[in-house]
């Protein structure tokens, strides 16, 4: 069975701090790692990840995929209150945006 | 910019009443998915759509139907809501080819329904 896990599932950090977000999964079959913030709203789109150990960047944000660990990290550096969010990390198994869903990691950071 | 509609954001039913949610979007995509998100099990999807009047099964669909008669609605039908449906239900869209940023899949808002 298809299964995307995701660790911790909740953290709370103070500004400044820099944390990682984990994600492993195991599927049948593999075509990218998406990497979203979900607010008390729609999931936005942070990362889009198909090839091993190239690094994703978007100013304190990056992430990387290990697909011989079968894994991904999502980096946040200096976090700020407006972090906190539910991040999710789901896997395209078929290029069919058909996703698996991790439970994903409630991140609050306190001032 | 991609937009997903779900017309309704919060609701309250009784146990045992006819629930539809509604979404639209605006950007021509072919597929279409619904998912209900509940805490400590994340995004699970119901029912997805690759074209008008198609319909497929995902991981949880008992309890639930789905309706595509027009390309840019998707429509989920509880027939006799129950108490644990009660969740936050979203619906997306997605394209086959990734906009500027790498996306391919853009969720609405979300709709919280309550069942009593």
């Known amino acids: 069975e298809d299964k995307v896990v995701q660790s911790p599932l909740s953290l709370v950090v103070h500004e400044g701090d820099t944390v990682t977000l984990n994600c492993s999964y195991e599927?049948?079959?593999?075509?990218?790692l998406l990497w979203y913030k979900q607010e008390k709203k729609a999931p936005t789109f942070l990362f889009m990840l198909?090839?091993?150990?190239i690094e994703k960047k978007s100013g304190r944000l990056s992430s990387i995929l290990d697909k011989k660990e079968l894994s991904s990290i999502l980096n946040i550096t200096a976090t700020q209150t407006g972090d906190s969010a539910i991040y999710l990390c789901?896997?395209?198994?078929?290029?069919?945006?058909?996703?698996?869903f991790g439970t994903g990691t409630r991140l609050t950071v306190i001032p | 910019d991609v937009k997903v509609t779900q017309s309704s954001r919060y609701l309250v039913k009784r146990t045992g009443e006819k629930v539809f949610l509604e979404c639209v979007q605006d950007?021509?995509?072919?597929?279409m998915f619904w998912y209900r998100q509940d805490p400590g099990l994340g995004l699970r999807l119901i029912y997805f759509?690759?074209?008008?009047?198609?319909?497929e099964k995902g991981d949880i669909p008992e309890g639930y139907s789905v309706s595509r008669e027009k390309k840019e609605r998707f429509s989920l039908i509880l027939e006799s809501a129950s108490t644990n449906q009660t969740s936050m239900y979203l619906c997306?869209?997605?394209?086959?080819?990734?906009?500027?940023?790498?996306?391919?899949?853009?969720f609405g808002e979300g709709s919280w329904l309550t069942v009593v």
């Open positions: 599927v049948t079959n593999f075509r990218s």
């Open positions: 198909t090839s091993s150990g």
């Open positions: 950007m021509d995509h072919e597929n």
């Open positions: 759509s690759y074209d008008v009047k198609m319909k």
């Open positions: 997306a869209s997605s394209s086959p080819h990734p906009g500027s940023d790498g996306n391919t899949i853009y």
């Open positions: 789901a896997v395209d198994p078929t290029g069919a945006n058909n996703l698996f």
